[in-house]
């Protein structure tokens, strides 16, 4: 008569973790190629026909002068230069601006939609960047204190850790996520979805560039507008990224309350084996240990 042996599987946890991972970013790209593709080939098909619109109303114009004429409006987009009005257009490198500029820089959130193109302007990024990203993740870890030395302070005056957790979030959200975008979309023009967006986007360093504050060159902006989006830049990151700390922290928590096996055979596989494990007392021992008596 056959028998059946059932083979118990030992999974790691952290090749759980990674097979979880793979198939999120598997899931991220199906999903966006669907909702992006079409319109890709839209915008695409009508560029193409409006090159074609163009040459058919100037004719003194060939296409290779047309291509040429595009690259240098590519060009001058790349280098951050605005190629629609004139040459009053603002600066992108006044105080406020390269304020703003830094401030990405050592966020590591990189917009691209401005960078330095002079060689000593990326000579000194690269240094500027090395030596700012430790400094800016200090200042981080610090924050991150001060805010969990809050948080103590609330749980202490309040009923438990959830409900200061809970305060912690809702009035970082207000002051980080939902009253700044009211004051981009009044300023830039943008919709409060665009602006609420943006400063996802930003705060949480994806930094895409597609929306960046003070870069519309038909509005005038006062002088310390980008300076004061640069601040907000330092702590809405600091506040999000530990957010996120506590979002990870939370989604282990239920993963070992709910799959505890993963953990302990995670942690017993880290464990030092107790047959190859010798222990050596220390020598003073060894010589309190002997008793010397008279010959």
């Not at 590591?108 to 240094?127: A, H, K």
């Not at 601040?231 to 709910?258: C, K, P, R, Y």
Request: aromatic share 16%; charged share 15%; hydrophobic share 45%.
């Amino acid at each position: 008569m056959a028998s059946f042996h059932v083979v118990r599987v030992r999974v790691s946890w952290t090749a759980l973790l990674a097979l979880a991972h793979f198939v999120y970013l598997l899931a991220g790209a199906t999903i966006f190629r669907i909702l992006e593709r079409e319109a890709e080939n839209y915008n695409r098909n009508h560029f193409l026909m409006e090159k074609l619109n163009f040459l058919a109303n100037y004719t003194c114009l060939d296409g290779d002068a047309l291509e040429y004429f595009v690259k240098v409006i590519l060009y001058a987009k790349k280098n951050g230069v605005n190629p629609s009005g004139n040459s009053t257009n603002p600066t992108n490198w006044d105080f406020s601006s390269s304020f703003f500029f830094a401030s990405t820089v050592i966020t590591t959130i990189g917009y691209g939609n401005l960078s330095p193109s002079t060689v000593s302007g990326q000579v000194f990024c690269v240094f500027y960047a090395f030596c700012g990203i430790p400094l800016n993740l200090a200042f981080f870890k610090q924050l991150g204190k001060c805010f969990t030395i809050h948080l103590g302070r609330l749980e202490k005056g309040l009923v438990s850790v959830a409900v200061a957790a809970s305060l912690f979030f809702i009035a970082g959200t207000l002051l980080f996520l939902v009253i700044p975008p009211l004051l981009f979309s009044y300023v830039e023009g943008w919709t409060y979805g665009e602006g609420f967006y943006f400063a996802f986007i930003t705060l949480s360093t994806i930094g895409f560039g597609d929306y960046v504050v003070g870069t519309n060159p038909g509005k005038t902006y006062i002088f310390l507008y980008r300076s004061v989006a640069g601040v907000w830049i330092i702590f809405g990151l600091s506040w999000l990224a530990l957010i996120f700390n506590m979002a990870a922290s939370i989604m282990e928590h239920v993963l070992d309350q709910t799959y505890p096996r993963f953990r302990k055979q995670e942690e017993a596989e880290n464990m030092p084996s107790s047959k190859t494990e010798v222990n050596i007392p220390p020598l003073s021992s060894l010589l309190s240990s002997r008793s010397i008596g008279p010959v």
